[in-house]
Every structure is written in C-alpha cells, then in structure tokens.
C-alpha cells in the first residue's frame, strides 16, 4: 500500500554528486535531512560514493557509503558504479520513495527496483545541464560545433526517454532546465528553489582586517567566485575579465574552490589573483563573500546558483551572464548580466557596478534573497508539492482506488 504505517515513511535519496566539503547537491541533501529529522516523523537513507562500504546508523538517519572510485582532477567527487551495490542497498532498507539528484547509471538503479517492488516512488531531480556540459561543450571544442550539437542533442532525448518514467520530475529553474524537459515530452515538471543560510550569509560577516591582509582599502573593490575550478564552472573566463580591468583600478580577485584550473590561475603569476583552495566551513565562506565587493561568474548552464544567492544573500552585486539560471537569479538592480564568454563584456559590467552603487545594488540582491529564498521554503515545495504528486501519480499508476496519498509535509 502507498499509504505509510504509522504516518511515517522512509526517504531515500540516491546520488553521485556528493562532496563532503559543499557543492549544490550536498547543501541540499543536509537541508532536505535536517528538515526531516526536525519537523516531520520520517527518516531518511542516503547512498552515497565513499571511500570504503559501511553503513552509519543514528536513529532516523540512515547512510550507506558505497566504495567508488575518486573523479580524476575532482578530488572530492567519486564515481559511484556499482549498480549491484546500490541495489542490495535499496533491497535491504525498501524506501518508500527515491530521489534521484543525477541522470547517469543510479536511475537505472532505482526504476530496476521498482521493477521488483512497484510501489515504490520515484522522483528525478534535474541538477546539472550535463548534456550541454559534457557533451556539447567539450565535443565542440574537439570536433567542431555540428558534431558537438549532435551530441547534446543525443543527450537530451536520453534525458527525456529516463524521466518520462520517474513519477515527479524537478528542476530548479525554468531557464536552468524545466523548459527544457517539457520540450522532451516531461511533464509536469515541478520548480524546486533552492534556498540559503540567512542567518549565517549576511553583510555583518564583512572582516576589514581580512581586507587589511589583502592590502585593500575601501576604494579598492575585491571580486570573488565561489566554485569549482574547473570548465564546467568557466572561472577561467572570469580570470580573463579581471585581468581586462584597468590596473589602476586597484582590483583583487579572489577565487574560492579547487580543481584542475587552479594551477593554471597560480601560474599566471599574478599577486592581484589569490586562490586559499577549497573554504570548508560555512563562516569562514560567509566572511569571504562579505569581505568582497563584487561575485563573478561566468557559468552559462547554472540550474540554480547556490553560490550565487549566498553571494546575494551576503549583499554582493552580481556581474554574470544572461543564460541559464542567471536569468531568474540576477534582476535589474542587483548587478549585471552580459554576454556568454565574452570577457571583454564581463570587464565592463564589472566597471559599471563598481562605478555606479555597489553596497545598493548588493543591499536589493539580498532583499530579494531573503523573501524569496529559504530552506523551508524548498521543504515546503518538496514534501507539500512534489512528493505528494509523486505518491498520487503511483498509486493511479497502479489503479490504487485507496484514500488519498499522505500530504508528506509533518
């Protein structure tokens, strides 16, 4: 039966885009778990890569680490491929519902165990734009534009012909995938925002001895990007856009994360460009951000933008491009959207925010982030929205003439 003994239900989600150290998927796993754990009667079970197979359990949460490979040049990433693995997992704990954050080999893994058990759930979320990121993009580069759309294209019908079988689908933005999946025949296709910290993200955080350190005064403006180091993300597109700057400017550029391009940007050689690595812990990211003056990034397939928002949320204008999720993420009168790399463009943008009101232009970003943005918010929408048409979607699915799915909110 869909309805739950007890009005409890166990949630599992299953992922490759894990990093113990951050990332978007991450920051939503520990929201989407504190939330459960905290305001409603479910538990909840992770499957997650590690370093070794072992199962932690503390009370209603559940992790199992399957051993996996770690992603070359992506040390904090690993490849989760043991398929048999993951479905000895599912088989031992039967989760009422999966969630699926990536659209590689795991929801095969998922849709095999529905096979054996039908009422289980299924929810995809589209998290990363992976057909335009590692198949257009790079295939283009390599072997020119027509073999590189043939693959994205490739890509994205696979896209439609695995979601169409999961019974909710989510995006994080219209322009960062939802209209892409109602193109291919998905639907509905739920909008899932993302939320932010705002108690911890918020210009009090802003350290003028870090400024000190860096050799800033107020008249100088300190640029900052949060994020992988690597072409997905482009930084080095906004490497090549400070480096437009005039020196005279006095401009720094501090480029927060880790990945193959960081030592490409070192060996520049350049004392105005400081890259400390990867910040893993969540003030000392919050006085980064607030200690700036301007967030940059030149990231065109972006789904949602977690770092751009806890820019936002941390008063930062926003100089970007006008693709992707930046679209619902970056208005007028909260920074700046320009051209796809085009670093000449992001130069100017970045001349202008500074030149006009940034500490404004910043004060709106976090006005819109702090009514717009939370992570109760996103719950809200998971288990008010989501999930309870996942749930109601089964059960016509298998003729279930029972009462109404449990709304999965507590």
């Known amino acids: 039966m869909l309805e739950p003994r007890g009005g409890a239900r166990l949630y599992c989600d299953l992922t490759q885009s894990w990093s113990a150290v951050g990332g978007g998927v991450g920051t939503y796993l520990r929201a989407k778990r504190a939330h459960i754990l905290e305001n409603t009667p479910h538990r909840h079970l992770l499957i997650l890569p590690g370093d070794c197979d072992r199962v932690e359990a503390d009370g209603r949460a559940t992790t ?226 607030a200690s700036s003056d301007i967030y940059v990034s030149a990231m065109p397939n972006e789904t949602f933008g977690v770092s751009v928002i806890e820019a936002q949320a941390s008063g930062l204008p926003v100089v970007g491009v006008a693709a992707g999720a930046m679209l619902e993420r970056v208005f007028a009168g909260m920074g700046k959207l320009g051209p796809v790399a085009d670093p000449d463009a992001m130069a100017a943008n970045i001349l202008e925010v500074w030149r006009d009101d940034p500490r404004g232009t910043g004060a709106r970003g976090r006005a819109h982030v702090a009514g717009e943005f939370s992570w109760r918010h996103s719950m809200d929408v998971l288990f008010g929205e989501v999930l309870p048409a996942a749930f109601a979607r089964r059960a016509a699915a298998l003729g279930s003439s029972g009462p109404a799915p449990l709304a999965a909110a507590a």
């Open 64 to 289: 199992v680490w399957i051993k996996s490979p770690a992603v070359p040049f992506s040390p904090n990433y690993r490849l989760l491929l043991r398929n048999p693995a993951v479905r000895e997992a599912l088989e031992r704990f039967r989760p009422d519902a999966i969630e699926c954050q990536d659209a590689y080999n795991l929801p095969w893994a998922a849709l095999a165990h529905r096979m054996r058990h039908p009422h289980t759930v299924l929810v995809a979320g589209y998290m990363t734009d992976f057909p335009t990121v590692y198949a257009g993009r790079p295939f283009s580069k390599t072997f020119g534009a027509a073999v590189g759309g043939a693959a994205a294209r490739l890509c994205y019908n696979y896209c439609g012909r695995l979601y169409r079988q999961f019974d909710a689908v989510y995006a994080l933005s219209d322009h960062g995938g939802g209209n892409m999946l109602r193109s291919l025949g998905v639907d509905p296709v739920h909008i899932l925002p993302l939320g932010v910290e705002l108690e911890a993200f918020g210009p009090e955080n802003r350290d003028l001895d870090l400024r000190r350190e860096l050799g800033l005064d107020d008249n100088q403006p300190l640029l900052i990007y949060v994020g992988r180091l690597d072409i997905e993300k482009r930084p080095d597109l906004v490497v090549e856009a400070f480096r437009r700057l005039p020196s005279d400017l006095g401009a720094k550029l501090v480029i927060l994360g880790q990945g193959p391009q960081r030592e490409q940007f070192e060996a520049l050689g350049d004392p105005r460009i400081i890259t400390p690595g990867f910040v893993t812990d969540r003030p000392s990211l919050a006085r980064w951000l």
